[in-house]
């Protein structure tokens, strides 16, 4: 099928509250021009240095997810366009990609990265270290940021019962941040989770938005 047969049979299934983030890393300009002309707008890259060489090749109404580890050095190259950075990881990228969203005089939409999975991970917070941040005097002087939920990435594995626990504790986690700290935010209501193997179970158990890249590009 192509690419736009293949985006189109899965917004079909999706519900009408669950945003679809085409996952473009490694695939081409003409390959997102597909998608695009198919009518989506939501993209997602994981390198900086690839995002940025495509994002001015492409149509300025396009929706850009970052969805990668970001470097803090690396947040001026996409400060000025970025719509989602899904992955925050610290409070010193969020302070920094608050300083850069400021330099541009925008608000940066962000999403905490837990770390749910079985696998060994460098990236990632847990529900201490969210509070922490949240209760840090650091974070309450940031104007330029809007944390609106939690990104997760489940365990590589076949077995549907360890991924759908791990889906399970962040739909959780993510109640519980919300109701201590966004109760009256109506900003605060994205769960970032499931990609191409995961994604039905992953909107069975809460999810707001598909990170899909493999069922729509194919592979590269």
């Known amino acids: 099928m192509s690419i736009k047969e293949n985006l189109l049979a899965i917004k ?16 081409t300009v003409e390959n997102i021009r597909e998608a695009y002309d198919a009518g989506h707008r939501i993209f997602g890259e994981n390198r900086v240095q690839e995002l940025t060489d495509k994002q001015p090749q ?4 396009i929706e850009w997810h970052f969805i990668g ?10 400060a000025p366009f970025v719509s989602y950075i899904h992955s925050i990881d610290s409070i010193k990228l969020l302070a920094e990609v608050n300083k850069e969203a400021e330099k541009n005089n925008r608000i940066i939409n962000c999403l905490f990265e837990m770390y749910i999975a079985k696998e060994e991970s460098k990236f990632g917070l847990d529900l201490y270290d969210i509070h922490a941040i949240l209760d840090s005097s650091k974070f309450q002087e940031m104007q330029n940021i809007r944390i609106c939920g939690l990104m997760g990435m489940a365990t590589f594995t076949d077995d549907t ?5 791990e889906f399970e504790n962040l739909k959780s986690d993510f109640l519980q941040i919300k109701e201590k700290y966004f109760a009256d935010q109506p900003y605060f209501k994205e769960i970032s989770m499931g990609m191409s193997g995961d994604y039905k179970l992953a909107i069975e158990e809460g999810s707001t938005m598909v990170r899909i890249g493999t069922a729509i590009f194919g592979t590269r």
């Open 69 to 78: 580890h970001l470097q803090t050095n690396k947040v001026k190259f996409i």
């Open 161 to 165: 019962d360890i991924v759908r626990k």
């Open 12 to 27: 079909d299934q999706l519900p009408q509250h669950v945003k679809l983030i085409a996952v473009s890393k490694t695939h």
């Open 58 to 61: 492409l149509s300025t109404d």
